[in-house]
């Protein structure tokens, strides 16, 4: 049984920066991509980031030159480095995981960008 714990969410005023963490337990074997995803209040799930185990990344358009993802592979835990923050990246983030066949989802956090 695989499982993502995050942590990192918050109130921030535009223009900060939040730092959210993803840890993944359980038996996770081989490659694998782990990526944050957020959704609004009335809109989609959206890709925000993700990253394979060699390195390689995928960002949104709309968070492309503010938000960073990175990882530790030894402790199978993804990072997202949110910096230039906007009201409109308010949303519940949450950590995903893809390894193999399967695709595994964290409970969320929420972050909320307000003066």
């Known amino acids: 049984q695989v499982q993502l714990v995050e942590s990192g969410g918050g109130l921030v005023q535009p223009g900060g920066s939040l730092r959210l963490s993803c840890a993944a337990s359980g038996s996770i074997f081989g490659s694998n991509t782990m990526g944050w995803y957020r959704q609004a209040p009335g809109k989609e799930r959206e890709l925000v980031a993700a990253?394979?185990?060699?390195?390689?990344?995928n960002y949104a358009d709309s968070v492309k030159g503010r938000f960073t993802i990175s990882r530790d592979n030894a402790k199978n835990t993804v990072y997202l480095q949110m910096n230039s923050l906007k009201p409109e990246d308010t949303a519940v983030y949450y950590c995903n995981l893809k390894v193999i066949l399967s695709t595994y989802w964290g409970q969320g956090t929420q972050v909320t960008v307000s003066s």
């Open positions: 990253i394979t185990t060699g390195g390689s990344t």
